[in-house]
């Protein structure tokens, strides 16, 4: 029988908590979620923006909780036959899980942050490094003031490898972060400009990621993109900081990892790379040359987390790109088919530029036709009708054949572009839908990709119930 995540009195004491009721059972698991809570799970009420977990523990506690970690001020409202550790503040008691779960591990840690590219690159991780122990690592994109806590509360004590994922949208937020993590690897995978809304410069960006280098533990490695514009100062940064081993990654063969040949097929791409002075010649099965880039990052932490290299370039031929992260659905049409990438998670302009980029790779059966579906990138600031404008080149690069636009800052590049391939403008995605439908035609590589506020995610939720995928059609 494997051992608990944690014992009854060792949760309440990392939580800084006292008991009330009938709470002897150990704890198998951590939930924040009344809806998807386990039985034998801790529920642990978190205040949110919109809603406050207190709300819901009696429906966690009917669900089977072992016991839930509440706030004392609420205490009065809540079921009076319940199971609880009672603290002062839920989410600061979170904290004190996570520290207290990473102070136990023996796990080596490695954490990810970037503009772009930070869940595909986790995901990799983990992948990867399954091949060679026992992972814990973040779910979905838990990489914030409340995830990464989260996340570290959950990790099981036996754990050989923890993979953490990092973001933020204001200098200052990584810091507390990575100080939970201390990871003994971090990786950057880019800087691009992204939150420019929050930031004056992408230096200032840099700069904010550059905090990842203060949690890394003694003797930790920084793994930086050599390719990046923004490598020289984030080096700088890293050295500032007392990180004494950089290594870096990219196409040339200056970087300590590189790729040395990759050629690209539908839903993915062939390397031959050189990983800290080891060949390797492996298969990714996401398609674009970010994924490929990237997997040099991530077989880089393999080798410096003391994993096995090979084992790791095999397991990558099994990735995936995630939904609405690039992943590719062949949607079976009445004379044959369309292919379509759902990009539709988020957007910014590096990772804009990159969706662009998969899309001129796919190869396309003419009369069929290459169309993106972009929607406004948010968050942008005082350069967002500039940036949105300046999307004409990777256009032009990738040879798309028709675009389709949606939101006002996107209307800058429907100016901009030719004529014969304006598809149609529209205000919003909503209005966009039965015009869309109406025009894909079979042979179509068709790419939606837009920030999450743009909602174009339902664009292809429609598309797939006008055209069930392959895949739902033999399951039917």
Known sequence: MSEPLWTLNAFAEAAAGSTRGDVGADITGISIDSRSLEPGDAFIAIKGDRLDGHDYVAAALDAGAAVALVSEDRLSELPEDGRYVIVSDTLEAMRKLGIVARARSNARIVAVTGSVGK???KEALRMTLEQSGKVHASAASFNNHWGVPLTLARMPADADFGVFEIGMNHAGEITPLVKMVRPHVAIITTVQPVHLEYFDSVEKIAQAKAEIFSGLEPGGIAILN???????????????????????????????????????????????????????????????????????????????????????????????????????????????????????????????????????????????RRVAVLGDMLELGADADRLHGELQVPIFEAGIDAVYCVGPHMHVLWQNLPREIRAHYSESAKDLEDLLLGDVRSGDVVMIKGSLGTRMGPLVEALKKEYPPADDIAAA
Do not use: W
């Open 119 to 121: 869940t595909g690159t």
């Open 226 to 368: 050599r390719d990046n514009q923004q490598y020289d100062l984030l080096k700088f940064l890293a050295v500032n900081a007392g990180v004494s081993v950089v290594q870096t990654f990219g196409e040339t063969a200056s970087a300590d990892s590189c790729i040395e040949n990759h050629a690209s097929y539908p839903g993915g791409s062939s390397v031959d790379a050189n990983i800290l002075g080891q060949e390797i010649t492996y298969k990714i099965g996401a398609p674009g040359k970010h994924f490929v880039k990237n997997s040099l990052a991530v077989l880089t932490a393999v080798v410096d987390l003391g994993a096995d290299l090979a084992k790791a370039g095999l397991a990558l031929d099994a990735m995936r790109a995630p939904k609405g992260r690039g992943e590719v659905t062949r949607l079976p049409m009445p004379d044959g088919e369309l292919n379509l990438i759902d990009e539709s998670y988020n957007a910014n302009p590096a990772s804009m530029r990159a969706a662009l980029a998969v899309l001129g790779e796919a190869p396309v059966t003419r009369p069929g």
